[in-house]
């Protein structure tokens, strides 16, 4: 997706002139188009990532609108402590967008993964988390950060086209089937494995499939609640711990509305159970986000 939100902020950039754009020294490759639309409102603050969101609270005080960027982990966890205080306790149109969420950086191990991002921010007050899952909801997400003026999260991931079998909602998207007996809800690019299961799978006619992709989720979508309501399974698949992630939040939720439930699987980022480190690709394997686990996931639900 990194790309693709250059390519639209390069374009927001030219059109408002209140924008400032900071980097903790990240976006080769990236960001250059940014750089030259921006002038001297491109800021590249260095290593010194608390420093950058100290200095965006105070031009959003000021009355600019204000984006910080870094990869996920150096943007979130150095800096929780200025985002908690300077931007969401102050309600301050600052966004933070972090690339390559989740497992997102691979190989170079924990340090550079996110599996707990959105439960460390999502808590804070004012604050929006937003976790597209296709290039058109990323670009919809940063039409809808920009508008409300109010503190904001960005996780990018892996970015791809919205397939034609969805249809875009407010909460992200849907794919509605018939004779339902399955509610799937996933959040973010791992949505992509999940569509890669349900085209070879033999019960995919009979699923639900949901894309949210805000947090926090404070109350079910309509259509969600009655999908749930119906088939009375969900499916929750997340590249992120299951605590302060999408499968707490809908199971709560589940349990405030007394939905009746016969049964509920969680399948979330599950770390480092081996104590290695590899791609992506390999840790959606370990933590059974893998297309093929998903799928017999999907089989046990009939």
Sequence with gaps: MRKHFSKYIEQFAIENDDFVFITGDLGYKALEGVAQNLGNRFINAGVAEQNMIGMAAGMAYKGFRVLCYSIAPFIV??????????????DLPVTIVGNGGGYGYGIMGSSHHTLDDIACLSGLPNITCY????????NSSLDTIFANQRPAYLRLGLGKNIPDTLSVKEYGAIAKGSNVNLTIIVQGPVANNVLEALRGNKHSTKIDLFVLNKMPVRSLPDELRMSIERTKKALVVEEHITV????SAISLLINEGAL??????????????????????????VSGLDSK??????????
């Design 77 to 90: 966890y150095r800096c929780l402590e200025q985002i908690r205080n300077d931007v969401c306790f102050h």
């Design 131 to 138: 976790i597209p899952a296709f290039l058109e909801d990323m």
């Design 244 to 247: 302060g992630g999408l499968g």
């Design 260 to 285: 009746p439930l016969q049964k509920f699987v969680s399948l979330r980022a599950e770390g480092y159970p081996n104590g290695l480190f590899g791609s992506q690709t390999y840790h959606y394997e």
């Design 293 to 302: 686990n998903i799928s017999k996931q999907i089989d046990s639900f009939f």
